[in-house]
């Protein structure tokens, strides 16, 4: 079971809900995990929001710091913002493959409801769509090489 870990710099909305994909697209071959570099300490209650709507599970979350995950042997390491892709990662990630998967920040969007609402669903979308075409990969048949260059491609999606 590949063990991912998505990264993002608050850890309050994207990599929240990308765990969340993860987790449930792909029970039994993918366990996820997200943290953050700079952490809010608080999951955006949107992000909650729309998993909830989607009928996904959104008991356990919180936005931790990727210290927090030391003792979790990654294997991949996806970042989902711009901000974190172009961070060093903690010593104990070295060994990850890493990839990039940057989307705009739905917590940014602070006009009317309607559109803080499209801008997480948007967020929600995107995700799914790239985390249904990297649970379509061959994982365990790919190269290490072969599958970071497969997961930046699907980090293109949307972009």
Known sequence: MYKILILCTGNSCRSI?????????GKGRIEA???GSHPTGRVNPNALAILNEHGIPTTGFSSKSWAALES????IVITVCDRA???TCPAYLG???????????PAG???SEQEV???FQATYDALKRRVERLLALPLESLSEQKLVD?????GKIDA
Do not use: F
């Open 109 to 111: 969007v602070t006009d």
């Open 17 to 25: 809900i990308g765990e969340a994909l993860l987790n449930h697209l």
């Open 33 to 35: 995990y997200s943290a």
């Open 72 to 75: 979790v042997p990654i294997d």
């Open 117 to 119: 609402k499209a801008a």
């Open 150 to 154: 497969q997961l930046n491609e699907i």
């Open 85 to 87: 892709a172009g961070e």
């Open 95 to 105: 060994k990850a493959l890493k990839a990039h998967w940057g989307l705009p920040d």
